[in-house]
């Protein structure tokens, strides 16, 4: 039976159903064989292409999911990458950008002419393609979770440099062949760019911050990320730039406002590594014609040359790159790895070399040297990948030898979080919270808890509990987070939730704010002080104004001899966490000794943490701080329980204080870890129901301090 009558197949279901079938099976094939997951795509493109088996043809939709794919690679590259570290070590990316750029572009012109015979542009034009990269590696970085690895970040920076002023040179190659060509044309250009620049990094920011402070939904979300990431990819197209510079920038300049462990984050990330990059690197492979390799022994030597000096180039740029900036030895080989493959770029570099006419009848890319690039492109991606993968595990294995080294060094740290919800409109906030603080590699899960008071109604409050802790877990799978949940009965709600602490062996408790409409001894609420009476482990309260990744600073209040209290660096760990997670700067307020030893903590375990110190001389300056503190500000005050070392009476006005001068403001209290009887282990059902720290001399205390004022 003559099956050539049906290929290729035009059926636009069947021809989607194959390339799913193909993104599912390639891994698992590969896996078996220790090749890079990547690598199988681009051989499966090259087998059910024009090439292949004729399976598929390279019609529309590889077209653009191929490009949606290429732009998912640049902007996701943007999204992970540590600005911090990019703005501490910018000379660095200028110079491996320099490297790797220069050096394979001088190695493939001066082989070109000598040992190809060439001509000095159809040369220029093949140094400009081995100059340029794709980073079709990247979706090994994601996998193993190394975005925000030095090494990698120099790759990425390195890779835009490089194919920037690579398109830069194909844009002047081109413009030589055109009529009106000179100093205006440039000025344009760079006048152009400049405006896309500053009108990306004005209107961006201005759009995020409203969108995502006014619409939770995930989907419109979602959506609203991928518009900003087309239509700047579109205007970098306008002005005559590759789109993926534009897809590039939009991601940096999105990258603080969707922390990296976000939901958010997680669908970005899980819709383009499950369909539009494997679109992309099958599309690929259907260009790649293997058979020109055997149309000779010239055409070998062409390919060997091209792939040899370029590749050369690109490894010798990375080693020299990770030798002058003192890198270890697994750096240089990401470097390169991550820098030596061409895909996408280099096809459309020859597609423009292919429209360019020499003579009449004779244009500047033969067939010849287009096989030999295509070849080339399946060379290099092998090599690319196969030393990406090397290089990540070595460093993920250096990594978690450094940490099960220092482990001994940490405050042993039994993290399990429970997290108290009761309203559905601030709960996916004290996730997403949750989420900010708990630790990435330890892969901990959350506890969320609902206890509903035993009373005529506990029925169908438990019925809504219920609801809303499925709704969290939820929110906590899209983010690859177990999360146990539990819907409790108690005559006593702070009882309820110190039983379930216990139960469940937590580490701390986050829960948010009851909201007040006057000034009253009844700040904490009808459970709250009871609960951080009865139980000596640390609890987060917190209220939100506005959504997480929208703020730009936490302010962070420290009292005298905080350092002294046995929670110390959990807390600190925590706000470290979460000013890592959510890219904004970190202000601690409190006296030298204590900020000389959160910032000795902080720049030897979170470097990338743009910390400020300010003195804070009493705790009576705290009203001060009022004047400074914005709307997109988070204001974390650390206080202590009575009886403790850092404990003061200036905190008995801290209640009035916060509703006087910081009503609306994002806010969170931190009762840290203490000393003494372990209550939440040797309370029992029989225990007292509630627990006060008011006393006689209290109450006459606050009314002596209420007449004066």
């Known amino acids: 039976m ?23 099976f390639a891994p698992i094939i590969m896996g078996k064989l220790r090749i890079p997951h990547i690598v199988g795509m681009v051989l499966a493109g090259i087998l059910i292409g024009k090439y292949g088996l004729n399976i598929l043809e390279r019609d529309s939709s590889f077209e653009l999911f191929g490009k949606v794919g290429l732009l998912y690679i640049m902007f996701l590259a943007g999204l992970e990458m540590d600005l911090e570290s990019v703005k501490r070590n910018s000379n660095r990316f200028l110079i491996f950008g320099l490297l790797t750029c220069l050096v394979p572009l001088a190695l493939t012109y001066v082989m070109s002419l000598w040992l190809l015979g060439y001509s000095q542009t159809a040369s220029f034009l093949l140094g400009c393609i081995m100059a340029s990269n794709t980073l079709i590696a990247y979706p090994i ?21 490089s194919l920037f002023l690579a398109l830069l040179m194909l844009a002047a190659l081109a413009a030589s062949y055109g009529e009106d060509v000179g100093i205006t044309f440039w000025l344009l250009f760079i006048v152009k760019f400049a405006i896309f620049c500053g009108v990306s990094i004005w209107l961006i920011p201005i759009l995020a911050r409203y969108f995502l402070r006014r619409y939770s939904d995930a989907v419109m979300q979602f959506i609203f990320v991928l518009a900003v990431m087309f239509l700047s990819a579109a205007a970098s197209e306008a002005i005559g730039v590759e789109g993926i510079v534009g897809a590039f920038i939009s991601g940096l300049i999105l990258n603080r406002y969707i922390p990296h462990v976000s939901p958010l984050m997680n669908r970005i990330e899980f ?3 499950a369909l539009f990059i494997p679109y992309f690197l099958i599309g690929v492979g259907m260009l790649i014609n293997v058979r020109t390799l055997f149309q000779g022994p010239h055409m070998l030597w062409i390919v060997f040359l091209i792939a040899f000096f370029g590749t050369f180039g690109k490894a010798f740029a990375a080693y020299l790159s990770s030798l002058l900036f ?30 360019l006419e020499v003579s009449p009848g004779v244009y500047l890319v033969n ?57 559905p409109d601030i709960a996916p906030q004290l996730l ?35 609801r809303l802790l499925e709704q969290l877990q939820q929110r906590a799978a899209a983010s690859d987070i177990k999360m146990q949940t539990q819907v409790r009965l108690a005559t006593n709600i702070a009882n309820g939730i110190k039983h379930a602490f216990r139960e469940v ?52 209040v420290v009292p005298s001899r905080a350092e002294f209290e046995p929670g110390f660096y959990r807390w600190l760990e925590r706000l470290g966490r979460m000013a890592t997670n959510l890219d904004c700067r970190i202000q601690f307020h409190g006296r030298n000794e204590s900020l000389e030893l959160i910032r000795t903590y902080l720049t030897n375990h979170y470097s990338s943490v743009r910390a400020e110190y300010t ?18 500000h988070m204001f974390v005050v650390i206080t202590a329980r009575k009886g403790t070392i850092s404990y003061k009476n200036a905190l008995e006005r801290l209640p009035n204080e916060l509703m006087q001068h910081f009503s609306g403001k994002n806010l969170m209290i931190i009762f840290p870890d203490q000393y003494g009887e372990a209550k939440d282990e040797s309370m029992t059902f029989t225990s007292a129901q509630h627990q006060e720290e008011s006393s006689i001399y209290a109450t006459i205390a606050r009314w002596i301090h209420s007449k004066r004022s």
């Open 2 to 24: 003559n099956f050539d009558v049906y290929l290729p197949i035009t059926s636009p279901t069947l021809i989607f159903c194959v390339v799913l079938l193909i993104i599912l």
């Open 141 to 161: 970085i994601s996998r193993y979770g190394l975005g925000r690895d030095s090494s990698v970040m120099l790759s990425v920076g390195s890779s835009m440099i």
């Open 271 to 273: 819709i383009g590594n």
């Open 326 to 355: 003192r890198l270890p030895k697994s750096a240089g080989h990401m470097m390169f790895g991550l820098t030596c493959a061409h895909a996408a770029g280099a096809i459309a570099m020859v597609m423009v070399g292919m429209r």
């Open 367 to 423: 067939d010849e040297m287009l096989n030999g690039v295509v070849i080339m492109i399946l060379i290099t991606c092998i090599i690319s990948t196969m030393m990406t993968e090397k290089a990540a595990q070595e460093i993920v294995i250096a990594q978690q030898t450094i940490v099960s080294g220092s482990a001994a060094d940490s405050h042993h740290d039994n993290e399990k979080i429970l997290l108290c919800v009761k309203y």
């Open 432 to 466: 997403e919270l949750a989420i900010m603080m708990r630790n990435q590699s330890k892969d901990s899960g959350l506890v969320a808890l609902n206890v509903v008071y035993d009373d005529d109604k506990a029925a169908s409050n438990r019925e809504r509990g219920l």
């Open 505 to 556: 062996s937590g580490s701390e408790i986050i829960m948010g704010m009851h909201v007040h409409t006057e000034v009253n001894p009844k700040f904490w609420g009808d459970f709250i002080q009871s609960l951080y009476n009865g139980l000596n482990r640390q609890i987060v309260l917190t209220r939100f104004v506005q959504p997480l990744n929208t703020l730009r600073r936490i302010q962070v």
């Open 615 to 632: 003195f804070m001389a009493h705790w009576n300056e705290l009203p001060k701080l009022a004047e400074t503190i914005h709307d997109d």
